[in-house]
T-cell receptor, first 114, second 115 residues
């Protein structure tokens, strides 16, 4: 997998936007950026993914820089339930597929406080 | 409806025993996975099956044997359990192909404790 670098922890006030950065400077042209999160004692949860364009869904927005070397996950109005470990993953793409091999790093511990 | 379910949720056993963890998904996916999360919280893939065919087999002791009776089920059997096998095991599923393969849906986990 393309190596990703994330800050180990971040804080956010409830109701404010949480902006989680990720560096992936070695990303290849056909590799996607995925975001997952893991709330305490639960299984990881898919959030969003993108290739080069910005993406938005009901959970979050993903902003990818033009050179694709970094991205930012945005939770527009963070709630206490968004407290979790957030993982930025760039699955290695071999011939059009990663074969589903996700490599989870240490992620960013996001703490949303009242 | 639970999309990806695992049983049991907790499993406490003695060293040397053989145990199984079951996983079922009702999402209609054709690919299923097993991940292990150790005490340091690192999450690592162990196996994946696509249409009952083994696709990924990471460096896992051969005491671990996955079995996929059909596309909706992937069970994990562990022989001769060791202390180091204590971890949380997560099952996941996805569709196969393009970006769908990496959009995985995880179960709630099975916490295995070996005494």
């Amino acid at each position: 997998d393309a190596k990703t670098t994330q800050p180990p922890s971040m804080d956010c006030a409830e109701g404010r936007a949480a902006n989680l950065p990720c560096n992936h400077s070695t990303i290849s042209g056909n590799e996607y950026v995925y975001w997952y999160r893991q709330i305490h004692s639960q299984g990881p949860q898919y959030i969003i993914h993108g290739l080069k364009n910005n993406e938005t869904n009901e959970m979050a927005s993903l902003i990818i820089t033009e050179d694709r070397k970094s991205s930012t996950l945005i939770l527009p109005h963070a709630t206490l339930r968004d407290t979790a470990v957030y993982y930025c993953i760039v699955p290695f793409n071999a011939g059009g597929t990663s074969y589903g091999k996700l490599t989870f790093g240490q992620g960013t511990i996001l703490t949303v406080h009242p | 409806d639970t999309a990806v379910s695992q049983t049991p949720k907790y499993l406490v056993t003695q060293m040397g025993n053989d145990k199984s963890i079951k996983c079922e998904q009702n999402l209609g996916h054709d690919t299923m996975y097993w991940y292990k999360q150790d005490s340091k919280k690192f999450l690592k893939i162990m196996f994946s099956y696509n249409n009952k065919e083994l696709i990924i087999n990471e460096t896992v002791p051969n005491r671990f044997s996955p079995k996929s009776p059909d596309k909706a089920h992937l069970n994990l059997h562990i022989n001769s359990l060791e202390l180091g096998d204590s971890a949380v095991y997560f099952c996941a599923s996805s569709s196969w192909g393009g970006g769908d393969t990496d959009t995985q849906y995880f179960g709630p986990g099975t916490r295995l404790t070996v005494l």
